[in-house]
């Protein structure tokens, strides 16, 4: 009976550590694509004019 309580228990800590490292996998790359949007916002701060024309016909 004890053994099978041990054995659970080991169980439960394998899957609540997984899913520890799998949610801070997801925040990782959350982290990592708002580092490039900053960059390629810093960018275009670099380059004002880029963007602010428009050609158009008619």
């Known amino acids: 009976m ?4 041990i054995s659970t228990n080991i169980s439960t800590t394998n ?3 997984d899913v520890s490292v799998l949610m801070l996998r997801k925040q990782l790359d959350t ?3 708002g580092g490039v949007d900053l960059t390629k916002m810093m960018e275009q701060s670099v380059n004002p ?6 050609d158009y016909s008619v």
Request: net charge negative; hydrophobic share 40%; proline share 0%.
């Open 49 to 54: 004019e880029v963007g602010s024309n428009i």
């Open 15 to 17: 899957v609540q550590s």
């Open 2 to 5: 004890v053994i099978g309580g």
């Open 31 to 33: 982290v990592e694509q």
